[in-house]
Each structure stands twice: as C-alpha cells, then as structure tokens.
C-alpha cells in the first residue's frame, strides 16, 4: 500500500509548521509548500526529518495560478495520491477601508482567496477519482465576524469558507471531507505587532491567553482522522472562546 500523503501550504512556519509536524507523527510524508524562505523550510524539514517522517520542499507562490498547477499537476502526475490537503497559507495587510490602497486589497484576496482555486481544483480532482480524502481550510475568526481594519482580510477568510462549504457539498459522496478551520489569536509572526497589546488582548478571550500554533494543529489532527468521517462543511471555532 502507498503511503499516506499530506500537503500543506505555507508549512514552514507558524500554524502551518504545526500542522506539518503533527501530520508527520501521524504516518503521512508531507510536502511543504513554502514562497521563499528556505532556510525556515529547510528548519522544518529537518526537523521532522529528526523524527524520521518524511518531507518534501516545494517552492512557489499560491497567488501564481500557472506555477501553483504547474507543481501540484506535477507532482500529483509523478508521486501520485495526495490524501491530505491543508489549505494554510495566508497574509494580512489591514488598514482602515478609507485608506485601503488597491494593492492591499489585492493581494490579500489574491493569496487568501483567489489561491483556493489554484491550490484546490487539482488536488480535488485527483481526491474524487481516488474516492477518499480530507481536506482541511485555515479561515480565521475574522472569517466569521467583521473585524475594523481588516475589510481585504475578512472578505478573503469569509469567501474561502463559501468555497469550502460548496466543495463539502459537491465532494461528499466520493468520500472526501472538507472543513475549516477559524483560529482566533494566534502567537506567530503574522501577529507580530499585536505583541505589545498580547496583555489587553488576553482580556478579552475569556480563556484568558493567546493562542499557539499547536492548538490549530490539534483540531486539525481530528479533522483528518477517521473519528471526524461524519464531520462535513464545518467551521470548527479555535479562539479560546472570542466573539462565540
Ligand atoms: P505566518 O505569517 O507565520 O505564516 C503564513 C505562511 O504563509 C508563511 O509560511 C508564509 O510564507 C506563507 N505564505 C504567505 N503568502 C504566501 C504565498 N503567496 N505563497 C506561498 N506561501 C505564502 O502566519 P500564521 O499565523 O501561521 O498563518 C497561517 C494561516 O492562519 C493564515 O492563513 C492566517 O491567515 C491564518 N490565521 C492566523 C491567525 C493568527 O492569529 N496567527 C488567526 C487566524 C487565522
């Protein structure tokens, strides 16, 4: 039998290196999509390596559409199944709407949102002819509730939801799952410059701390097992109880 395969965008860091690390201590080889940094790449890989799992670099940009089919194509044509696909990487760039340039509004739909389409289609496809699969969407609590400041952001998490949802609908009878994820605060470099503010935010959350990249991954590992069969088109809330 081949084994297991997992993709996760973005999986160098953060919340997507969490997950490629709890997806490795589960049996799958992972390939890490990451845009640039290679010497963070190279890090994870090493380190899940360390474990002896499996892991294989690809490099490129999501909001490329011809380069993003190009090496999914390719290595789904090469290296076959892919049972795994975490959709994680993303951006922010928040401004308040009235002063929102017309490059920050794009480029946040183009890699939150218009990437969905890149990454997923061809990876969906190959799922329904393979009859099973799990696919795994990172939105964000500004994916459910309007956030000041972050109008390109909370569009792009609310519309991969959508996109989510449709495809658990279409996919469900070739045995393949498809749900969110919608962390709240999370300690990663995308919430760098929150730092100073982590004690009023703490405040807010009634669990009373932020986040780590671990508890995402957790509820992922549940998602992706055998006891969430019956889970579909869900929006699993990881926010220590923010805004619910
Ligand atoms: P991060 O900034 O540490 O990681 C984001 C990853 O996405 C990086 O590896 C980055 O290289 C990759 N990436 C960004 N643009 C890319 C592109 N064009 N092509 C390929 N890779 C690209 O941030 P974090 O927190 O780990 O974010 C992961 C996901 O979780 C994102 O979708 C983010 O929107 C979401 N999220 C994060 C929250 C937080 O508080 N940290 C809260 C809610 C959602």
């Known amino acids: 039998m081949s084994k297991k395969r997992a993709l996760v965008t973005g999986g160098s860091r ?3 290196k969490a ?3 709890m997806l490795a201590k589960n049996g ?5 999509n990451y845009r640039g940094n290679i010497d963070a790449a190279n890090k994870t890989k090493s380190e899940i390596e360390s474990h002896g799992g499996q892991c294989t670099l690809l490099k490129f940009d999501i909001s490329d559409f011809k380069n993003t ?9 090469e290296n076959g199944n892919i049972d795994v696909l975490v959709v994680n990487a993303g951006i922010r760039k928040d ?3 009235q002063k929102m340039k017309s490059e920050e509004w794009d480029s946040v739909i183009d890699v939150n949102l218009k990437s969905f389409y890149y990454i997923t289609r061809p990876v969906a496809e190959k799922m329904f002819f393979q009859k099973h699969g799990k696919i795994v969407v990172v939105s964000s609590t500004s994916g459910q509730t309007g956030m ?6 909370c569009a792009s998490k609310f519309g991969i939801i959508g ?3 449709s495809l658990a609908v279409e996919l469900g009878r070739r045995n393949i799952n498809v749900n969110i994820v919608a962390p709240g605060f999370i300690e990663t470099d995308m919430t760098e410059d929150l730092r100073e503010n982590y004690d009023e935010l703490k405040k807010q959350i009634p669990l ?3 986040g780590k990249p671990e508890d995402i991954a957790n509820a992922v590992e549940f998602l992706i097992s055998d006891k969430a069969d019956y889970i579909q088109g869900q929006v699993i809330a990881i926010n220590g109880g923010l805004y619910t």
């Open 14 to 16: 953060g919340i997507g």
């Open 19 to 21: 997950i490629s690390i």
């Open 28 to 32: 799958y080889d992972v390939l890490i």
């Open 69 to 77: 089919t190009e090496i999914i194509q390719k290595e789904l044509e």
């Open 95 to 97: 401004s308040i709407f």
């Open 148 to 153: 000041p400041g972050q109008a390109n952001y």
């Open 163 to 165: 996109a989510a949802k």
């Open 208 to 210: 009373r701390r932020i």
